[in-house]
């Protein structure tokens, strides 16, 4: 797991190394999507979450999640920033605001992050996971 850069470099160790056993993305993309700095043609083989702000990902970013299916899921927060993703939103919550959401996205973010590990690696079923189901690989949660 990893934030940013530190997101691309764990899609890249789940590449390079079989034993990890599930990789998440928190809001790391570049011109290879969640999953490296160059093109891909398929995700990493272990289960895969990516959680983004961008609303507008490549197409094929999204096929390549989609082809995964049930064991990959993206998740996109509307309204949030890259700062979001770190613990900043509620530490320093006047400088970035989130407009006002600040704990809000960080306890959104918390939640699949423990579900997508606690199902994955703990073998524990997870009742957010399973309402991601709606759409194979695929969850986007919509602003409150």
């Known amino acids: 797991m990893g934030h940013s850069l530190g997101a691309i470099a764990a899609a890249q160790a789940c590449y390079a190394n079989p034993q990890f056993r599930a990789c998440l993305n928190l809001d790391g993309i570049q011109r290879g999507g969640p999953f490296g700095t160059a093109p891909v043609t398929a995700t990493p083989a272990q289960p895969f979450m990516f959680i983004t702000k961008e609303q507008d990902l490549p197409?094929?970013?999204t096929a390549l999640l989609k082809a995964g299916g049930a064991r990959d899921f993206l998740v996109v927060l509307p309204g949030a920033t890259h700062d979001n993703f770190t613990d900043s939103a509620v530490l320093l919550p006047s400088f970035l605001p989130a407009h006002g959401r600040g704990q809000?996205?960080?306890d959104t973010i918390n939640g699949?992050?423990?579900?997508f590990f606690d199902q994955t690696l703990r073998g524990r079923s997870s009742d957010l996971l399973k309402k991601a189901?709606?759409?194979?690989?695929v969850r986007y949660e919509p602003p409150e």
Do not use: D, E, L
């Open 133 to 137: 189901r709606n759409t194979p690989g």
């Open 59 to 61: 197409p094929a970013t």
């Open 104 to 106: 809000q996205v960080m």
């Open 112 to 115: 699949y992050v423990v579900a």
